[in-house]
């Protein structure tokens, strides 16, 4: 491949991986190299299209066991090269990207499921495990582990952890990090250390915490024992049309106040909600609408759209963001709910009731089943857009009730000059909840292209910070949102570098992301 660097490593460096690895367990061809130079950052997309590939691992090494990472860790510092943990690879963020080039340690050949524990319920599972494995391998126990990320069938159990994720279901189980109760990491120097199992502890600081959302950056991940739940007996689908995000956003805080907690909550803003609907066999996640006869023009523009000329929405966005900006109509929510039939029904009649004390027009289960039946189709659509000389992004924010409507304003506001944006409300706490933007945009060429990505993100993160927001719920840091971390964390980002380099001295493991320390800073 001549747009690929060579790799610099050593020859006597990869004749040492080929003793840790065995020979069929490392990899300096180009074809490899270009595979793990990226994650699903939609910057990579962008510098692919172009035919870029900035930066290349110098290696890739597969590995099955904890005591090979040992080694290898290891040998990194003694010869001082940087070292990427890499899952499944299915990161929005470039927190697997090799900025420095180094050797990629892929674990996904670390996929056992140890142990399913029927009294304690847990499980015990090594990094490299996809999702959709460990959930099938739970659900033929009886069991699930509640956690289905739109990316679940791509996505392992160590990036999970790795980046703090949340899966759809997030409202009754929790995110990753309060599924997980333990884990095994090897440290930066080669030592493998294992936290305490225990349902609650007063020990602190907490240390398996401390590695969740570290993103390969503290250690790396090598076993986790998790929290796992019976499979659910019962589960029901209900659907509410509500005359704007506002209403709407009242019966959620209302419904998570009296002590429900439906399995999923998903709130479409007017604009996605029109782009999700359409006939019954149509993914409610699929921006296809195939109504014969559109309400109003606005709607009947976003028909065209969605019936097939997207190219229009694509070829000006920026118009079509200013545009989406008057856009008036009904606001979709869905809801779920699992466990025993008992508590479904009590949930279910508590939620109906607040839901039209709001105003909410029930719109029977249809809705919701159909949302079920497609939920991850969305993830798996956007490789048009691409194709098209576009690009699409989310932006995954989280505040508290008392801000989420003034923030969800704020940043169409700050986007919509820049690009399309549409939203949904999702993973909705006691406390608060997620707002998940999707953002799309282009440029005349590729420089234009990363200009307006820049912008547009320097936007939407810029208000997240403003208003006291998280700038992520789910998708991590990596490199992507470092600067809003900084930003976020304030004066607490430099003890966060103090631990790192007190626990990797010479900055071998994952350097320049989470805004920590560049490679030879």
């Not at 719109?363 to 048009?384: F, H, L, M, T």
């Not at 691409?386 to 801000?403: I, L, N, P, R, Y």
Request: include cysteine; proline fraction near 6%; charge should be neutral.
């Amino acid at each position: 491949m001549d747009n690929i660097a060579p790799s610099q490593l050593d020859k006597s460096i990869v004749a040492r991986l080929v003793e840790i690895f065995g020979e069929r367990n490392v990899s300096v061809t180009d074809v490899d190299r270009a595979a793990y130079s990226r994650d699903l950052w939609p910057r990579t997309h962008i510098w692919m299209s172009g035919g870029r590939i900035p930066h290349p691992p110098d290696a890739i090494v597969w590995a099955k066991t904890e005591e090979q990472i040992s080694e290898l860790l290891k040998l990194a510092n003694k010869e001082l090269f940087p070292v990427i943990p890499y899952g499944a690879g299915s990161g929005v963020c470039g927190g697997a990207l090799p900025l420095f080039r180094g050797v990629i340690l892929d674990v996904k050949k670390m996929d056992r499921i140890i142990e399913i524990d029927d009294v304690s319920l847990t499980v015990t599972a090594e990094p490299g495990v996809i999702g959709q494995h460990l959930e099938m391998e739970l659900n033929r126990k009886g069991y699930t582990m509640g956690h289905f990320p739109s990316s679940i069938y791509c996505s392992s159990l160590g990036g999970y952890l790795a980046a703090r994720s949340a899966g759809q279901l997030s409202a009754r189980y929790g995110k990753i990090e309060d599924m997980v109760m333990s884990m095994r990491a090897v440290l930066p120097n080669g030592d493998i250390a294992e936290t305490v199992c225990s349902p609650r502890s007063a020990a602190g600081p907490n240390w398996t915490q401390m590695f969740v959302g570290s993103e390969g950056t503290l250690g790396v991940i090598t076993r986790a024992r998790m929290r796992i739940y019976p499979y659910p007996p019962s589960r029901l689908f209900r659907a509410f049309t509500f005359n704007g995000v506002h209403d709407a956003l009242e019966s959620i805080r209302e419904i998570m106040r009296a002590g429900v907690l439906p399995a999923a909550v998903r709130l479409y803003d007017e604009l996605d909600t029109i782009l999700i609907g359409g006939k019954k066999e149509d993914s409610v996640e699929t921006p296809i609408n195939h109504d014969p006869e559109p309400e109003n023009p606005v709607k009947k523009v976003m028909h065209e759209v969605s019936s097939g000329v997207q190219n229009i929405l694509m070829g000006i966005p920026k118009v079509a963001g200013r545009l989406a900006e008057h856009v008036k109509g009904k606001c979709l929510l869905v809801l779920t709910f699992e466990g025993v039939p008992e508590m479904t029904n009590a949930e279910l009649e508590t939620s109906v009731r607040i839901c039209k004390k709001n105003s909410g027009r029930d719109e029977g289960e249809e809705p919701a089943k159909r949302w079920w039946e497609n939920r991850y189709n969305v993830s798996y659509n956007q490789s048009r857009v691409f194709h098209q000389g576009s690009w699409v992004d989310t932006f995954e924010v989280a505040t508290t009730w008392d801000k989420v409507e003034k923030l969800y304003f704020a940043v169409r506001k700050a986007v919509s000059p820049h690009a399309f944006i549409m939203a949904h409300f999702s993973h909705a706490y006691v406390h608060g909840c997620c707002i998940y933007f999707s953002m799309l945009s282009r440029g005349r060429d590729q420089e234009e292209a990363e200009k307006v990505y820049d912008t547009v993100w320097k936007a939407a993160q810029g208000t997240a910070v403003r208003f006291g927001a998280t700038v992520t719920h789910h998708h991590g840091v990596g490199l992507h949102k470092a600067q809003g971390l900084k930003r976020e964390l304030g004066p607490l980002m430099e003890t966060f570098r103090g631990v790192k380099t007190a626990m990797d001295p010479n900055n071998i493991l994952n350097p320049g992301k989470l805004g920590l320390p560049d490679w030879g800073e």
